[in-house]
């Protein structure tokens, strides 16, 4: 069974710019939440999707945003890129469940983002 | 919000040492989960502990969760080179909308 898959693994952009880093789950993994870890702030929940609709958010600004489509996978977005955006997105994936967080979660290699 | 704490930061031991880790919280959580991240890949999580009192075996890994539901500990038991790396307890918070990462503990180890 392949892994949580994500793209592309490493990504430069400048102060300013957007950009959008997507996500393919494990099959038949309906739950798609997105993480950000820097060495200043560590692993931070950015959001969590389910069924095409966003079913928990994190502490970040509207700048960062999530989209799922109906074969589950998932894309984030970030608008109006900054310097201290710059950090490994990671995203992971799990069976449905009631609650929010799934434990069974499997996480992916990552997006190392460098915004410059 | 609520936060994790790990100790110690980090650990450098010799191959076939036995190794504890623990995280604290100030407020209570219903899940302990621990993780580890090897260098450029995502974490994997080892063990899971739902109950409090629970001691959960996997493999050379054992973890408790706290009585009191603000600690959990993690022992690795005859450390090996593998098992370098970070791990991370971490665990939904108690509303069910952030899920809360401790900062990590690095471990070393020595041949």
């Known amino acids: 069974k392949a892994g949580v898959t994500q793209t592309p693994r490493y990504l430069i952009k400048t102060r300013g710019q957007q950009v959008t880093l997507s996500c393919s789950p494990i099959?038949?993994?309906?739950?798609v939440s997105w993480y950000q870890q820097t060495p200043g702030q560590g692993l931070q929940f950015l959001f969590e999707?389910?069924?095409?609709?966003?079913?928990n958010k994190g502490n970040f600004p509207g700048r960062f945003s999530g989209r799922q489509f109906s074969n589950s996978r998932s894309e984030m977005n970030v608008s109006t890129l900054e310097l201290g955006d710059s950090a490994l997105y990671l995203c992971a994936s799990s069976l449905p469940h009631k609650n929010f967080m799934n434990t069974e979660a499997f996480f992916g290699q990552g997006t190392r983002l460098t915004v410059v | 919000g609520q936060q994790l704490n790990q100790s110690p930061q980090s650990m450098f031991i010799q191959e076939g040492e036995d190794v504890s880790m623990n995280c604290t919280s100030s407020s209570i959580f219903n899940t302990w989960l621990w993780y580890k991240q090897d260098p450029g890949e995502g974490p994997v999580l080892l063990i899971a502990?739902?109950?409090?009192?629970e001691l959960t075996s996997n493999g050379r890994l054992t973890a408790q969760f706290g009585i009191t539901r603000k600690d959990s500990f993690l022992n690795i038991s005859a450390s090996i080179p593998s098992d370098v790396g970070i791990y991370f307890c971490?665990?939904?918070?108690?509303?069910?909308?952030?899920?809360?990462f401790g900062p990590g503990t690095r471990l070393s180890v020595l041949p």
């Open positions: 999707y389910f069924s095409e609709t966003q079913r």
């Open positions: 971490a665990g939904p918070d108690n509303y069910g909308q952030n899920f809360v």
């Open positions: 502990l739902y109950k409090a009192g």
């Open positions: 099959s038949g993994h309906r739950s």
